[in-house]
């Protein structure tokens, strides 16, 4: 019997269905029964439905839906605000992006809409944040680190990293190479400090002793604390000369990690592809124009990450057979650790609580956005240009 016969049969009983005593019930049910080789349930279910679709109302059985589309659409404001990061990272600062855009007029939703986004629970934030993530292309870079002679001078640390107190942190270059590391390439120096996870970044032409050093004296002079330690890989643009010259005359520890062993520095490891990969991906830039407007973009990147985008840190790792169980703290930005560190000074934080108060990470995000268009902008220009002239030298 096809379902089109099946409906039939249902909406011939189904008016003296609904009108019929317990015994002609029963007497109905077990000739539909009959008539189309169901189970008894499932014919009563199908004239709930029907009874359901009758009457005008949706047969939907279920708790109610608390979080209709309109604060899914809410969230996913925020989301693309907060430069699309995990439901765990948003979920904690979803109630400050919120009344910063409702602030500066960016907030479009209904009241209602705003509380129930407020009350979104983390477990709910990650089930509709998931929803938005697109399928990305993962795509790995090349490594441009060499070793050093002064290597063996300079100490291998390789943690405890708890203890550290704010201006210790680790710092990398990141090259922006494309599928090649032949000729002339810009580089990112990228500096996270350990106690409070703030970041420090720059763009410079090549990895050069000078433009290394020069790049750290850019992230020092924005960072709110002072710098005491450094913790770079073996490459050559660190363990030099000039930079061990440097951190001893301003009393900077510089310490480094093993060869061949990237978790030694896990946390500007992890930031090269949560922040150079994502805001700058993979692109070649080959072009020296465009070093100045990428360090432009850097300060503002800067105060938006550090203000407005969270992060988690692992405070204990478990191994239990061939997996390993892993504990985090609360998702917290960079700023707000700096005001709950104890060892940082109270004019400091002051100071960042009066910057923030007049910043928007909406307006920071755009800003970025726009930077990163001319920057792109600039190296297909410059750098078909470049190749034209090849072309006519050969």
């Known amino acids: 019997m096809t379902m089109a016969t099946i409906l039939e049969v249902f909406e011939r009983y189904l008016g003296e269905y609904l009108k019929a005593s317990k015994p002609r019930k029963t007497e109905i049910l077990s000739a539909v029964c009959e008539l189309t080789g169901l189970h008894r349930k499932a014919a009563i279910r199908k004239f709930r439905i029907l009874q359901f679709r009758f009457i005008g109302q949706s047969d939907r059985r279920g708790r109610p839906v608390t979080y209709t589309p309109d604060v ?18 948003i979920q904690p600062v979803i109630a400050e992006y919120v009344t910063v855009m409702q602030r500066d007029g960016q907030w479009q939703h209904r009241p209602d809409t705003t509380a129930k986004l407020l009350q979104m629970s983390e477990g709910t934030v990650k089930a509709r944040v998931s929803t938005f993530m697109k399928a990305r292309h993962v795509r790995h870079g090349l490594s441009a680190t060499s070793p050093s002679l002064l290597k063996n001078i300079i100490p291998i640390v390789v943690g405890e990293w708890a203890d550290k107190p704010p201006g210790y942190g680790q710092v990398d270059t ?15 120096v990228n500096y996270t400090d350990i106690a409070t996870l703030w ?24 960072l709110p604390f002072p710098l005491k330690g450094i913790h770079p890989d073996t490459g050559s643009e660190f363990i030099n000369w000039r930079l061990k010259g440097l951190c001893d005359q301003n009393k900077i520890d510089l310490t480094r990690s093993r060869p061949n ?16 990969r994502r805001f700058m991906g993979y692109t070649r830039l080959d072009t020296p124009e465009v070093v100045p407007l990428i360090n ?44 709950a560190h104890p060892a940082i000074a109270d004019e400091i934080k002051e100071k960042l609580k009066l910057q923030h108060e007049q910043l928007n990470p909406l307006n920071l995000k755009q800003r970025v956005d726009r930077l990163s268009m001319q920057i792109f902008k600039i190296q297909r220009e410059n750098g ?9 030298l050969r």
């Not at 078909?384 to 006519?392: A, D, F, G, H, T």
């Open 384 to 392: 078909n240009q470049s190749l034209s002239e090849k072309s006519q």
């Open 199 to 222: 970041h420090g970044l720059a763009a410079q032409w090549n990895k050069g002793q000078k433009a290394t050093s020069d790049s750290l004296e850019r992230i020092k002079s924005r």
């Open 174 to 188: 990141v090259v922006h190479c494309g599928s090649s590391l032949v000729g002339d390439l810009v580089f990112s």
């Open 261 to 276: 062993h990237k978790n030694d520095n896990a946390y500007v490891e992890q930031k090269n592809g949560h922040v150079i």
């Open 296 to 339: 432009e973009m850097y300060v503002i990147l800067e105060t938006y990450l550090n203000h407005f985008v969270p992060s988690r840190k692992c405070r204990s790792k478990v191994r239990i057979g061939a997996r390993y169980k892993r504990t985090y703290d609360q998702a917290q930005t960079p700023y707000k650790r700096v005001l």
């Open 72 to 89: 899914t659409a809410a969230l996913k404001d925020v989301w693309e605000a907060s430069s699309e990061i995990c439901g765990e990272l």
